[in-house]
């Protein structure tokens, strides 16, 4: 079964620095796709950013970029010029590619204070 | 708008009382689901539907029940609930396959008391 690991459950970053969030997964598929999500207060799920496994290139989504690598099964998230608004928990999720590959499995989230 | 809706946003129940939680998405997502969230532990699947009449388990169904008998319906119903099923709920859909991420609704605290 896929697993999914976030091993900082708080961090902080100071307002206008870059911060990034862990995240490493198991599987044995080749095919499949990795997500972070954010929850603010509100606790609307948000995706903030999607990897296909099969690009080498990094994800990029304005001040939000990943580090997607493959051999190590790490996706870590980089929020850079942090926010107030980026003060959130933050999900990492995988999802199997093909036609089973419905199902999406999280991460235990991080916790993100962005103090001003 | 294309959206994920879910009612109601907060319940407060006590031990044993049946209740429904709805969920309703307008895209044509063959794909829908439930999550329970709690701290510490992420979001984990509750049960989960490929389509129309077909529905399966997913991690922690154990007091749970759905029901797909429309595409755009997925409700959640706790037949007997007990205090260990306080939690926030999520639904949330897809397409069946692909890149895409999975559209939320807002979700439901669920307090047992």
């Known amino acids: 079964a896929q697993t999914v690991t976030q091993s900082q459950p708080e961090m902080s970053v100071q307002e206008a620095e870059t911060v990034t969030l862990s995240c490493t997964y198991d599987?044995?598929?080749?095919?499949?796709?990795l997500f972070w999500y954010k929850q603010p207060p509100s606790r609307q799920m948000i995706l903030v950013i999607r990897?296909?496994?099969?690009?080498?290139q990094n994800a990029t989504e304005n001040r939000f970029s990943v580090n997607f690598q493959k051999a190590a099964k790490s996706f870590s998230l980089k929020i850079s010029d942090s926010q107030l608004g980026d003060a959130a928990m933050y999900f990492c999720?995988?999802?199997?590619?093909?036609?089973?590959?419905?199902?999406?499995?999280f991460g235990e989230g991080t916790q993100l204070t962005v103090n001003p | 708008e294309a959206q994920v809706t879910q009612n109601p946003r907060y319940l407060i129940t006590v031990t044993g009382k049946k209740l429904t939680v709805t969920c309703s998405q307008n895209?044509?997502?063959?794909?829908m689901s439930w999550y329970r969230q709690d701290p510490g532990l992420g979001l984990r699947q509750i049960y989960y539907?490929?389509?129309?009449?077909?529905?399966d388990k997913g991690d922690v169904p154990e007091g749970y029940k759905v029901s797909r008998k429309e595409k755009r319906n997925f409700p959640l119903i706790l037949e007997s609930p007990s205090p260990n099923q306080t939690s926030l709920y999520f639904c949330?859909?897809?397409?069946?396959?692909?890149?895409?991420?999975?559209?939320f609704g807002s979700g439901t605290r669920l307090t047992v008391v």
């Open positions: 949330a859909s897809s397409f069946k396959v692909g890149s895409y991420g999975y559209t």
């Open positions: 599987t044995s598929e080749s095919d499949y796709y």
């Open positions: 990897q296909e496994a099969y690009k080498q």
């Open positions: 999720a995988y999802r199997r590619g093909g036609a089973s590959g419905s199902r999406l499995t």
């Open positions: 895209m044509n997502h063959e794909y």
């Open positions: 539907s490929m389509n129309v009449e077909v529905t």
